[in-house]
């Protein structure tokens, strides 16, 4: 990690566009078809915490972590609710459907409370968002829990990246 950190220092990008980067890889793991194809998002945005741990405010860094990921489980699901009004879930790539099905099954069981501890677990932060579109959850519950789970887990990034330091 700390040859990456190296590689964003050398080419410090001005705070503007690092805080960008580090909204957009908030969003983009939070969103199915996004995340597949984006590395790891702790290692992704611990890497960017660590490049902007001198040149930007914590603030900004958790608010851009923050709100990227809150509107990538919101955009989740809207998804899941157009996926259920068009019948398109049985269009997606197959690796999808078994973790989609377990995430159905047990939002139906608990509900808010797997919304927010979802964003905790790697596949589960798009998929079962975008159930509880599917299942028509109440779209204010959704939001809140999101932009609540959201907030704890970029608290969580930012300490953990704030155990090693920058050179």
Not at 57 to 63: D, Q, V
Not at 146 to 153: F, I, Q
């Amino acid at each position: 990690m700390d040859e990456l950190t190296h590689i964003i220092a050398k080419y410090s990008p001005e705070p503007e566009m690092l805080l960008l980067l580090i909204f957009l890889f908030a969003l983009g793991k939070s969103v199915i078809v996004v995340s597949s194809v984006l590395p790891p998002a702790s290692v992704t945005l611990l890497m960017g915490i660590l490049a902007g741990k001198h040149a930007l405010p914590l603030g900004a860094i958790w608010a851009a972590i923050a709100f990227g990921a809150a509107l990538g489980s919101i955009l989740s699901f809207h998804c899941g609710a157009l996926l259920c009004r068009r019948d398109l879930g049985r269009r997606l790539p197959a690796r999808f459907h078994a973790p989609l099905r377990n995430a159905q099954r047990s939002l139906q069981k608990r509900g808010l409370p797997l919304l927010f501890a979802s964003r905790f677990l790697a596949v589960m932060r798009y998929t079962v968002p975008l159930m509880a579109g599917m299942l028509q959850l109440p779209t204010r519950h959704v939001y809140a829990t999101a932009a609540l789970s959201a907030a704890v887990w970029a608290l969580l990034l930012m300490s953990a990246a704030h155990l090693f330091p920058v050179s």
